[in-house]
């Protein structure tokens, strides 16, 4: 069993910066692969990042350049440094983990809401 724990989410001005955290714990085989995902009003629920317990990491087109994913294996804890919001960056957002991929185990998310 893994028990994810989102945090710092919250209003920020377009063009801003927010750092989210997630803290697992539980056992490590299922946090090997940990990832977040945000889902906006009306819309499905899409992947914004995934880290391996390697640190390899793969994005959303729609966040290159602007988000990154990291971790501390030593905390069990996973972030996101989210710069430059738009507005259309405005969803919940949750962490998740999983052996291979991140998506046996969910947090229970974190709104981020991005002002013009």
């Known amino acids: 069993q893994v028990h994810l724990v989102e945090s710092g989410g919250g209003l920020v001005q377009a063009g801003g910066s927010l750092r989210l955290s997630c803290a697992a714990s539980?056992?490590?085989?299922?946090?090997?692969?940990m990832g977040w995902y945000r889902q906006a009003p009306g819309k499905q629920r899409e992947l914004v990042a995934i880290i391996t317990s390697g640190s390899s990491t793969n994005y959303a087109d729609s966040v290159k350049g602007r988000f990154t994913i990291s971790r501390d294996n030593a905390k069990n804890t996973v972030y996101l440094q989210m710069s430059s919001l738009k507005p259309e960056d405005t969803a919940v957002y949750y962490c998740?983990?999983?052996?291979?991929?991140?998506?046996?185990?969910w947090g229970q998310g974190t709104q981020v809401t991005v002002s013009t």
């Open positions: 998740a983990s999983g052996r291979l991929f991140p998506g046996d185990y």
């Open positions: 539980g056992s490590f085989s299922s946090i090997r692969a």
